[in-house]
């Protein structure tokens, strides 16, 4: 456990110092042994590509997606639709997702989501995503757009 989140720390550092990158954990298989942590970088002001990687009782699998944030306030946060590659065990698919990230002004972020997907076997797995995060960002600050002049009439 100690070395995914090792390896997570120094990718984020591997990224240009532009760029927004996010590390995000989720307390929730902490407290059974388990891990589940995640890595963002973002490509523009509203798209991201996200690596999840989680491991629970001896099984394990991971995620990629990639996310479009609707009206974002601070680059890659708040509402954002998707779609995603996972795996797990001997089952590989695609789905769809959904979610929401806040971000605090300190960089600190809590993020939620889910999503359904289909395997490509024969047995027709439904594969499940999920995300309750806690994280940091790293990178560029990007600051909420200019809103233009109010009128008084």
């Known amino acids: 456990m ?3 989140l090792l390896a997570l720390w120094l990718a984020s550092y591997l990224v240009p110092a532009t760029a927004q990158t996010e590390v995000k954990i989720s307390p929730l298989p902490l407290l059974f042994g388990g891990i589940a942590a995640s890595l963002e970088f973002g490509t523009s002001r509203d798209f991201g590509i996200d690596a999840d990687l989680y491991f629970i009782d001896g099984s394990g ?6 996310k479009y944030y609707l009206t974002p306030n601070y680059g890659l946060d708040r509402f954002h639709i998707g779609g ?22 300190k960089n600190i972020l809590f993020e939620i989501g889910a999503g359904l997907g289909r395997s ?11 995300k309750l995060h806690m994280g940091y960002r790293f990178g560029k600050k990007v600051s909420e757009p200019s809103k233009p002049p109010s009128q008084n009439y």
Request: net charge neutral; no cysteine; aromatic share 16%.
């Open 2 to 4: 100690k070395k995914i």
């Open 84 to 105: 995603f590659v996972g795996a797990r065990e001997e089952a590989v698919g695609v789905g769809f997702l959904i979610g929401y990230k806040w971000i605090s002004r």
């Open 61 to 66: 699998g991971g995620n990629v997606s990639a």
């Open 120 to 130: 490509f076997t024969e047995d027709d797995y439904l594969l499940g995503y999920g």
